[in-house]
């Protein structure tokens, strides 16, 4: 059975960092792109960060860009999202995912998915 476990969510202050990590049953993990997606109150779930198979490639959502970072660790099958200058408008459920087909990724590709961490940012 595939298990995706996020962890790293919480509490923090408008302007602070987290950092998230999934840790995938997926295997071969080096041959699933992964990625982070979030679902605030009443939206959509959106893909805001992705990464490639072997790392060398990255997708960010415009609101994202340049304030998170998704990095893997293959040896570990763990991916990272790394969160700064957080924001009342990051306040979400965050999962991650992963799909097993080449780079680029699409939102739709993603068919393993994790259960999702709180993330909530205090202004």
């Known amino acids: 059975q595939v298990q995706l476990v996020e962890s790293g969510g919480g509490l923090v202050q408008a302007g602070g960092s987290l950092r998230l990590s999934c840790a995938a049953s997926?295997?071969?993990?080096?041959?699933?792109?992964m990625g982070w997606f979030r679902q605030a109150p009443g939206k959509n779930r959106d893909l805001i960060a992705a990464i490639s198979r072997s790392g060398d490639n990255t997708y960010y959502r415009d609101s994202v860009k340049g304030r998170f970072t998704i990095f893997r660790d293959n040896a570990k099958s763990t991916v990272y999202l790394e969160m700064n200058s957080l924001n009342s408008e990051d306040t979400a459920v965050y999962y991650c995912?992963?799909?097993?087909?080449?780079?680029?990724?699409?939102?739709?590709?993603?068919?393993?998915w994790g259960q999702g961490t709180q993330v909530t940012v205090s202004s």
């Open positions: 995912a992963g799909e097993s087909s080449m780079w680029p990724t699409i939102p739709e590709k993603f068919t393993n």
């Open positions: 997926l295997r071969p993990f080096s041959m699933y792109a």
